[in-house]
């Protein structure tokens, strides 16, 4: 299986950068992972919300195929416990699915059609963080959940 995580806009915080560099390296021992970094949408600053999130979505769904699990991260998605995460990426790799796509929405979310699109949503967290920490925090979580299913001392119960 390969997750992929695409995400709407650059990271401009070089030291953020560098830590998902450092656990995108470290996913690496366990399954074909990439960030997917979509452009920002040109002339944002001009455009109604409804017509920036329907640009966003445009190019999400550009990214993806009918075959393709689209799990949003949403502040409405299910909570897991990092233990409950672990076994999520489980199910799906014993599903024998082949791409396992996670996406981070723009800063006003996701349009209809990509919402009509997903097969899933997943909250991090009923707080609110920058697009650039939730990267970083999803990344981490994979690492660790990875490391939960192969019973490695990262995470301590």
């Known amino acids: 299986m390969k997750?992929?995580?695409?995400?709407?806009?650059?990271?401009d915080n070089k030291q953020l950068q560098s830590l998902m560099d450092d656990y995108t390296k470290r996913l690496g021992f366990y399954i074909s992972f990439e960030m997917e970094v979509i452009p920002d949408v040109k002339n944002?600053?001009?455009?109604?919300?409804?017509?920036q999130k329907?640009?966003?979505?445009?190019?999400?769904?550009?990214?993806?195929t009918t075959a393709d699990v689209l799990i949003l991260l949403d502040e409405k998605g299910k909570t897991y416990t990092s233990e409950g995460f672990a076994q999520f990426l489980q199910k799906k790799m014993n599903s024998g699915l082949k791409n396992l796509i996670f996406v981070i929405g723009g800063p006003y979310g996701f349009s209809e059609a990509v919402y009509a699109?997903?097969?899933?949503?997943?909250s991090l967290s009923s707080m609110t963080f920058s697009h650039q920490m939730v990267r970083l925090f999803f990344i981490e979580q994979l690492y660790r959940g990875f490391t939960i299913l192969r019973n490695e001392p990262y995470h301590h119960r």
Do not use: D, F, M, Y
């Open 117 to 122: 699109r997903a097969n899933g949503k997943v």
């Open 54 to 64: 329907q640009a966003e979505g445009e190019e999400i769904l550009k990214r993806t």
């Open 3 to 11: 997750i992929t995580l695409l995400a709407i806009g650059k990271t």
């Open 44 to 51: 944002a600053k001009n455009l109604s919300e409804a017509l």
